[in-house]
C-alpha cells in the first residue's frame, strides 16, 4: 500500500503529466484574416495605423490534434479556434495569399518598397501548411543570401506563435506543431566552382524571397517541387524591379509559360503604411527613384547608351503579313541581285562578333529584323568566318550553291591604327567564300573610311525608336518572347556611358565589353541608314510601292 504522502505525489505528477500532455496535443493553429481597405470613416483596426474598414473576413485553422496519426482537428466544437490569430491584408495581397487550386501553379509577386511582399509571403505559407497538413512533408523558403533569409525567418517568427513551431537555428528547419517541416536555404554561393545547395531537398511547396537575384538557382528550385503527389506543387517568388537582361529574359518566359500570373504590389495602394510617408519619400528622392523603388517601374538606366531599345517593342516575332525584300534592299546598294541576307561583322583575336539581318516590307515601310548572333573568343579570323558561313547555309540556307541566295556581308572599316582590320580580313572571307565589304570606304572602292562611333549609335538608336515614335529596327524572338540574340539585347540593355559621357569606353580586350554585336548591327545597317542614304532610301521606297 501507498502511503499517504506518496499516494498524494504520485496523484500531483498524474495532473502535471495531464496539463502537459494536454498543452503538448492540442494546438490551436487558427487565424482570421481580415481583408481591409483604408477609410477614413472607419475604426482604427491596427494600433497606430490609419482608420480602416473590413471588407471580408476568412477564418482559417483551428484546434490541431497533434497525437491522431496523422494529426488533424479536434472533431466537433473542440476544433473550434477559440483565440485564433488575428491577421490583416490589403486587397492586393488577397488573391496572392489565397492562391486557388485553379489558378496558375506560380505566383510572382512584383512590388516595390513597402508594398507588404515578405508579409504576404508568410500568410501564403501557413496557408500552403494547411494544404499540406498532417502530411509530415516538407516546403522550402529561399532567399538570395543570409541576410535575406533571416528577414523572412524573423517575420515567420514575429506571425507564427511559439506553440506553433521548433526551430533548429543550425539546419535552419522549422517542424511544425503537426511534423511538418519548412527548409530555410540561402542560395548564394560562396565561389562559381560551389554547387547548388537544394540538392537533395524534396519539396511540396516553396516561397521564394527576390527571385531577381537567384536567377543562378531557379531550375534547381524547379527541380526540388516533384514530392507534391499531384504535380501541383505551388510557389510563390517576390520580386523588386532590377535593370537587368537575364531577370527580364525569365521574368518573361516563366509569365508566357501559362503556369505563373504576376501579381503586383504597391507600397502607395497599402491600407497599413500612411500616405504621409510616400509624400516625404516623393519630396526626397528623385522621381525616377521614386517610380523604381516605391512603384516598382522596370526603368532602364539613365545613363544607358541605347535608350531607344525597349524588350517589349523591339523583340518581336516577325508579323506574318510582313513581306521579305532582303534582295531587293542589298541589291539597290550592291548591284548583285543574289545578295540575299545581310551580316555585320565586329572583327577581333580576343572576341569577334556577327549579326544577321533581314530586311521587310511592313506596310510600306523598311524594317529590319535581327534573326540572329555569333559571338566568339580567342578565334581566328578564319575560325569564326567558318562558324559564320556554316549558320548561313544550316539556318538561312545561303551560301549553298555558287548560282543561288548569297549573304552580303559589312564589317568595321579598315583603318591603320591597330585596332582597325587591315585587307587581311576580307581577304580571309573571301578565301572561306563570302562577300564582305568595309560599312564605309571611299567612292571609288579603295582606301579607308571611318564611321564615327557617335554616328552609328545614333543610328542604331533611331532605328530602335525615331522621334515620332516609329520602330523600324527588331529582334526577333518565338512565340514565348525568346529573343534569337539573346547576347544582343544583354549589351543593349546595360551598355552605359561613362562617366564624361563618353561611348563604348571599357577596353576592348576586356570580358565584360560587350559593344562588339551591337557595333556589328551598327556596321550592317550603315550603308543603308545612315543620314546621307535619303536617296537610296527613297529608291528603295519606290521598289516597295
Known sequence: MLTNTAFRRRSIMRDIAADVEAVDRFVDIGVTLHVVRADPNGTELIPGARPMTILRTYNFGGVLDTKTEPPSFAPGDAGISEKPQVWFCSEDQEPLILHADTA?????????????????????????WLENLGSRKEGGVTAPTETRLGLVLNEVFRMFPASWYHFNSESKIITLCDGFRIRAVSTHRQSASQGSRLQGFNWVFWLGDELQDQLQEFVHIQARLRAKTDGHAKRLATVTAKDDPAWRTLKDGIIDSGLWTLHTLIGPRSPFIHPDHWDAM??????????????????????????????????????????????????????????????????????????????????????????????????????????TLDILRKRFGVNVRPDGPIAHGRAMPVGQSEDKPDLDLYRIY????????????????????????????????????????????????????????????????????????????????????????????????????????????????????
Request: glycine share 8%; hydrophobic share 35%; with cysteine.
Open 104 to 128: 496558375p501553379v506560380g505566383e510572382l509577386a512584383l512590388g516595390g518598397m513597402g508594398a507588404g511582399k515578405t508579409t504576404a509571403g508568410v500568410i501564403w505559407l501557413y496557408l500552403r
Open 282 to 387: 516623393k519630396r526626397t528622392t528623385t522621381d525616377r527613384d521614386y517610380r523604381r523603388l516605391v512603384l516598382a517601374e522596370d526603368l532602364p538606366s539613365e545613363s544607358r547608351l541605347y535608350s531607344s531599345f525597349a524588350r517589349l517593342d523591339n523583340v518581336r516575332p516577325i508579323p506574318i503579313t510582313a513581306k521579305k525584300i532582303t534582295s531587293l534592299v542589298l541589291s539597290k546598294k550592291s548591284g548583285n541581285t543574289q545578295h540575299a541576307l545581310l551580316f555585320g561583322h565586329d572583327p577581333g583575336t580576343a572576341k569577334a562578333a556577327t549579326v544577321f539581318l533581314d530586311a521587310y516590307d511592313v506596310r510600306g515601310e523598311v524594317c529590319w529584323w535581327v534573326r540572329g548572333e555569333l559571338f566568339t573568343l580567342h578565334e581566328t579570323t578564319e575560325q569564326h568566318a567558318i562558324k
Open 430 to 545: 573571301k578565301r572561306v567564300g563570302l562577300d564582305v565589304r568595309p560599312a564605309q570606304y571611299r567612292k571609288d572602292g579603295t582606301g579607308t573610311g571611318q564611321i564615327k562611333k557617335e554616328s552609328r549609335i545614333g543610328m542604331v538608336n533611331t532605328l530602335f525608336c525615331d522621334a515620332t515614335g516609329r520602330r523600324r529596327l527588331f529582334i526577333e524572338c518565338d512565340d514565348r518572347g525568346v529573343s534569337v540574340a539573346p547576347q544582343l539585347v544583354s549589351a543593349l540593355e546595360t551598355m552605359e556611358r561613362d562617366d564624361k559621357g563618353r561611348p563604348e569606353h571599357e577596353e576592348k580586350n576586356v570580358r565584360h565589353d560587350k559593344s562588339d554585336l551591337p557595333a556589328s548591327l551598327g556596321y550592317a545597317l550603315h550603308a543603308f541608314e545612315k543620314e546621307a542614304a535619303l536617296a537610296l532610301r527613297a529608291e528603295i521606297r519606290k521598289g516597295i510601292s
